[in-house]
């Protein structure tokens, strides 16, 4: 079943997005979870 390359386009747009968005989230939360350790629980680098 052929798809309108106007929808394909608009569908791999939002997939792009989807993923932006996930991964900046992504790197959000594993900031907030680096930052709020307590300074005695990390190691040295």
């Not at 390359?5 to 747009?13: D, F, I, Q, T």
Request: net charge positive; charged share 10%.
């Amino acid at each position: 079943m052929a798809q309108h390359p106007v929808a394909m386009g608009a569908a791999s747009g939002t997939v792009v997005l989807v993923r932006t968005i996930g991964g900046s989230l992504g790197v959000a939360a594993l900031g907030a979870v680096f930052t709020s350790r307590p300074a005695g629980r990390r190691t040295p680098a």
